[in-house]
Structures are given as structure tokens and as C-alpha cells.
């Protein structure tokens, strides 16, 4: 009896992991759960985790289609690998410590065939405890917010849609809207927009490739959308990696958003203002401790040249 082949997906769930384990064991199982009702494929690329997540992956469930990786390829590589594979009309980036809660996959693949302008959509994030995570999508950085985080404005006045405003402050994310930006930890964007873009740029290692992604993405037209009617909880906690070093590789992220994306003339000002924000933190104390931004400023040699 010949094999009879089965229709392509509508989509394409891409899990990037690395040393999270339980997590994204997790991840994938409430993927299972809640996405019963959509055809879709899932992709996993494991970044040669030291804790044997691959392992435990492959183990656990057969049908995903599993890259274990020798080297740790980064986030934005390693969502390339499996996008080229990926054969859904919609890709759909989502973090290992994630939990899809309440069928949100599917209610975000809805929004995106009732709003198909937007070319990328993002949904609600909570924290584990069930309050509100602001940075499921957030405001393109301007010279006016690198202004309030390196005079401290922003710490001050964390709820303040003028000086916060980067954070969309204010507003609790219980409506749809456009948004500048969808975080990269649970993006679903059009295999046709995706393939237009060339998918994320292979410059950014960990953090600002969904930034890069979506102002790309405005200037070819695309309008991405937030919906309230998708949730997700981020647990948090993932692969453990000191506070200095996760800042180091933020601010080389924000330094490359910068050359990337900001006029010719405010980028020597813009990439100033960003230098100020570790001695912000510094003398605060806020977020991190003091040392730990200390660590930030005395490695600035490496983050201020935009490589990893």
C-alpha cells in the first residue's frame, strides 16, 4: 500500500532551546494541548544544550522534527535553520518557557487571517504568577526614549506613557492595535512576509532580531498587530546566564538597532544617550544591582561595537 501524502500544514511552530529542559518539555506539551484544531508541524532546534534537552525531546515526542546542534548557533540562526524547512503558510516563533494557555495559537492564527495587512501578530504575555508581562510588544527606540532611560526619567516614572513610553505604559494590553514592535518570543508572522525579509538577520546572536524584523517588516508595508485574545504565560528562568552578560548582549543588540535603523545624523547622538544607561543603573541600583552594572560599563568595549 503506497504512502498517501499529507496536506502541507497551515503552521509552523518553531521552538529554539537551550539548557531549559523541564521548560520547554513543558512548552511542547501545552502546544499539544491547546493546539488541537489547527494543522501544524513543530520544529525544534536544540543549541547543543548541555542538560540533554534534545535527548529528552526526541524521546518525548516523536512527530516534532528535531535539529540537535553541536554548537550554540544563537536564536536568530538557529529560527533561519528551521524556518527553511518549515512548510506552513504561517510561522509561528515561540519561546521554550513558554506556556500556551487557553487555545492562544489558535486564536492568534484567527486574528491573523481576519487582519492579514499586519504581516506579523503578537498576543498577551503574563508572567507566572499571572500579572501582566508589558514587553509582549513594545514602541521602536527614538532619540526621546534613549533620553528618559539615560537621564533616568524612565526609572522614575515607570508608568508614565511620556517618559515609559517605549513600553506602551498605560496601556494594560487588553485591546487590539497596531504595534511597532512583537516580541520574538511569540511572533507569527506570513511565510510570504518572512521569505520578502529574508527572515531574521543573521547579525543579532540573542535579542534585537524581532526589533530588526519588525521595522524591516514597516518599511515594506507590513502593520504588525497585537490581540488581547491570545495569551501566553512566560515562565521566566530559563538558561542561566549571569545579569552582566545578558545586559552586555542586550546593549550590543540596541547598539546594532541603532546603526541599523536610526537616521545617519542622530546615530552618534542615539548610541551616546545608550551609553549613559549603564551609569543610570550604576547609581540606582534599579533592576540590578550596582556590581552588576559596573561589570556592564567595564565590558563596554565589547557591547559598543555591536559584536556579540
Known amino acids: 500500500m503506497s504512502d498517501i501524502a499529507r496536506p502541507a500544514p497551515e503552521l509552523s511552530i518553531i521552538v529554539v532551546s537551550y539548557g531549559t529542559r523541564a521548560l520547554t518539555l513543558a512548552c511542547l506539551e501545552s502546544v499539544e494541548r491547546e493546539t488541537r484544531d489547527l494543522a501544524h508541524e513543530m520544529l525544534v532546534v536544540d543549541n547543543a544544550s548541555p542538560d540533554g534537552s534534545a535527548a529528552a525531546i526526541a524521546a518525548r515526542f516523536s512527530g516534532i522534527r528535531l535539529w540537535a546542534e553541536k554548537t550554540n548557533l544563537g536564536f536568530a540562526a538557529a529560527c533561519n535553520l528551521a524556518a527553511a524547512a518549515a512548510q506552513g503558510k504561517y510561522l509561528l516563533f515561540l519561546n521554550p518557557d513558554a506556556e500556551v494557555k487557553d487555545r492562544a495559537i489558535e486564536h492568534l492564527v484567527a486574528f491573523a487571517k481576519r487582519r492579514p495587512e499586519a504581516g506579523i501578530w503578537g498576543g498577551r504575555t503574563l508572567y507566572a504568577d499571572g500579572t501582566l508581562n ?33 513600553t506602551y505604559a498605560g496601556w494594560i494590553r487588553d485591546s487590539e492595535r497596531e504595534v511597532d514592535i512583537v516580541t520574538g518570543g511569540f511572533l507569527l508572522i506570513a511565510r510570504e512576509a518572512w521569505q520578502r525579509l529574508g527572515g531574521f538577520a543573521p547579525e543579532f546572536f540573542m535579542y534585537g532580531e524581532d526589533v530588526d524584523l519588525c521595522l524591516r517588516a514597516r518599511a515594506l508595508g507590513y502593520r504588525p498587530r497585537f490581540t488581547p485574545e491570545a495569551t501566553i504565560v512566560h515562565h521566566g528562568g530559563g538558561a542561566r546566564k549571569d545579569d552582566a552578560t545578558k545586559l552586555v548582549q542586550v546593549l550590543t ?56
Open 134 to 166: 508589558p514587553m509582549s510588544c513594545y514602541r521602536r527606540e527614538t532619540l526621546w526614549s534613549l533620553f528618559c532611560r539615560a537621564s533616568g526619567l524612565a526609572t522614575l516614572f515607570r508608568r508614565s506613557p511620556l517618559f515609559h513610553a517605549h
Open 253 to 308: 543588540a540596541r547598539t546594532l538597532i541603532i546603526r541599523k535603523h536610526f537616521p545617519r545624523g542622530t546615530q552618534g547622538l542615539a548610541l551616546a544617550l545608550l551609553a549613559f544607561v549603564p551609569w543610570v543603573g550604576r547609581f540606582s541600583g534599579t533592576l540590578f544591582p550596582r556590581s552588576t552594572w559596573r561589570q556592564v560599563w567595564q565590558r563596554r568595549g565589547q557591547w559598543r561595537t555591536g559584536q556579540y
